[in-house]
T-cell receptor
């Protein structure tokens, strides 16, 4: 069963618009980590954020912000004032503890297209 | 973060042949991981490689098809054996940097494999 669901396949926005990427996860573990990665057209995976299950504080890093809500099993990602360089595929991932230590389970990814 | 050098970056191979992908890390790491990303798809873990022990394979992946070596704490190889066009994918190695505060898993730049 899919443990990480990214329901949005593709989102297209015009530069300077905000874009929110949804991520819903499923786990029975009380200890787990959630991640977001960016994969630009060049193909490399760029780490954006890690959040553990005991830290529900929202986080902001520049134009990026994350909203973690355990009550709804969601870890959403918002890009504020999008730029063309934000065009990429964004993956949400889950790492469960301890049995699945090291195993990242990725969502299907959301393609973000930012046009000038 | 750790710097991962992955070689080759891309290759076009004939069906029935084998390709060995190398992953070199600039620091010692306990766990290394190999992922496959089929065209337009998400990432799937192939196996976990620990130094001094047999690699642990995920469901659907077998050692005969994807033999892995881990001779030391900074290096690993993945071989894709007896290739078919269905093996055309991006293969990525990854290391665990979760001991570093607020960090996650770092990925190599990937090997883009096309089997003809």
């Amino acid at each position: 069963a899919q443990k990480v669901t990214q329901a949005q396949t593709e989102i297209s926005v015009v530069e300077k618009e905000d874009v929110t990427l949804d991520c819903v996860y499923e786990t029975r573990d009380t200890t787990y980590y959630l991640f977001w990665y960016k994969q630009p057209p060049s193909g490399e995976l760029v780490f954006l954020i890690r959040r553990n299950s005991f830290d529900e504080q929202n986080e902001i890093s520049g134009r990026y912000s994350w909203n973690f809500q355990k009550s709804t099993s969601s870890f959403n990602f918002t890009i504020t004032a999008s730029q063309v360089v934000d065009s990429a595929v964004y993956f949400c991932a889950l790492s469960e503890m301890p049995d699945s230590w090291g195993k990242l389970q990725f969502g299907a990814g959301t393609q973000v297209v930012v046009t000038p | 973060s750790a710097v991962i050098s992955q070689k080759p970056s891309r290759d076009i191979c004939q069906r029935g042949t084998s390709l060995t992908i190398q992953c070199q890390v600039d620091s010692q790491v306990t766990m290394m991981f190999w992922y496959r990303q089929q065209p337009g798809q998400s990432l799937t873990l192939i196996a976990t490689a620990n130094q001094g022990s047999e690699a642990t394979y995920e469901s659907g992946f077998v050692i005969d098809k994807f033999p892995i070596s881990r001779p030391n704490l900074t290096f690993s190889t993945l071989t894709v054996s007896n290739m078919s066009p269905e093996d055309s994918s991006i293969y990525l190695c990854s290391v665990d940097e979760q001991e570093r505060t607020n960090y996650g898993y770092t990925f190599g730049s990937g090997t883009r494999l096309t089997v003809v």
